[in-house]
């Protein structure tokens, strides 16, 4: 069994300028566990992703975020992936001129860990998740499809074997394949590795391959609502109008799917 972690969010309160996005947000995810959270467009889902890795631009006015004894919003993101947080990006970064190998040997040398064997962990890691091995020397991300790229995140994310990942509409622009073969790694990493994840999604039909042990609604930058699956299953029916979101089609068609409908 593999440490115990635990990302706590206490009362985070974001926004961007002087506008409020997350009022309050609550939640704590612990080592193995994985969490969804659901909302409308426009519910603040993307900006909670951005303000726990730190990305510029987001003002945060209240709360706090720790992994284990280390407050996250006091250090610069690099720091935050240091201590254990990793971002599957919904548009990972291309990074011209450096591999994937020279980019993980270089994340190795950043936090004091050994490199050797990397190479070949590389190799068998892209087999694992179906990753090209010819695009293996190219430069990170540059020309890759969109499932491409996810696969490729996902051999960094097996190599680096971070203590959390933040999966941030992990299913966009993936088809069923590519998504099929991204949750299962993900999924398999929560039981080797014990992987915390935080799946943020507005497509319940990530939920049906990556399945949650809890379901949170936000709505309005506010968890309105937690639970088993079974939320999952419920929202399916029933929208997010009854949460006070408004019931747009976008979020209809959002939920639909994760039973096949
Ligand atoms: P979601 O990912 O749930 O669709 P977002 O977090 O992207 O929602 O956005 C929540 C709200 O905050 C939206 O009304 C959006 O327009 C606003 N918002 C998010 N990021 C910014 C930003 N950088 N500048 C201005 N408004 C933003
Ligand atoms: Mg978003």
Redesign the pocket.
């Known amino acids: 069994m593999s440490a115990q972690h635990v990302l706590r969010i206490e009362e985070l309160r974001a926004?961007?300028?002087s506008?409020e996005?997350?009022r309050g947000i609550n939640l704590e995810v612990r080592s193995g566990e994985v969490h969804a959270i659901m909302?409308?467009?426009?519910?603040?889902?993307?900006?909670?992703?951005?303000v726990l890795m730190g990305k510029p631009?987001?003002h945060v006015s209240g709360g706090s975020v720790s992994l284990d004894s280390a407050d996250l919003l006091s250090l610069p993101s690099w720091k935050r992936a240091h201590e254990g947080l990793f971002l599957v990006s919904q548009y990972p970064i291309e990074v011209p001129g450096v591999s994937l190998d020279e980019a993980l040997r270089a994340a190795f040398e950043t936090n004091g860990r050994s490199a050797q064997g990397l190479h070949d962990e590389i190799l068998s890691e892209a087999s694992r998740v179906k990753f090209p091995l010819s695009l293996l020397g190219r430069s990170l991300n540059v020309d890759f499809s969109g499932g491409e790229k996810k696969r490729n995140e996902m051999i960094q994310l097996a190599v680096l074997k971070p203590k959390f990942a933040i999966l941030d509409?992990i299913d966009s622009g993936l088809d069923i394949d590519a998504l099929r073969d991204v949750s299962r790694r993900v999924e398999q990493a929560t039981n080797e590795d014990g992987l915390g994840v935080l799946a943020?999604t507005?497509y319940s039909r990530l939920l049906k391959e990556l399945r949650p042990d809890r379901v949170h609604v936000?709505v309005k930058?506010e968890i309105v609502a937690s639970g088993g699956p079974e939320l999952a299953q419920q929202l399916e029916k029933t929208g997010y109008a009854e949460y006070g979101g408004e019931d747009e089609v976008g979020s209809g068609v959002a939920v639909s799917g994760i039973f096949g409908l």
Do not use: A, C, Q
């Open positions: 926004g961007v300028d506008r996005i997350l909302g409308p467009n426009g519910s603040g889902k993307s900006t909670l992703s951005h631009g987001y509409e943020i507005h936000l930058g």
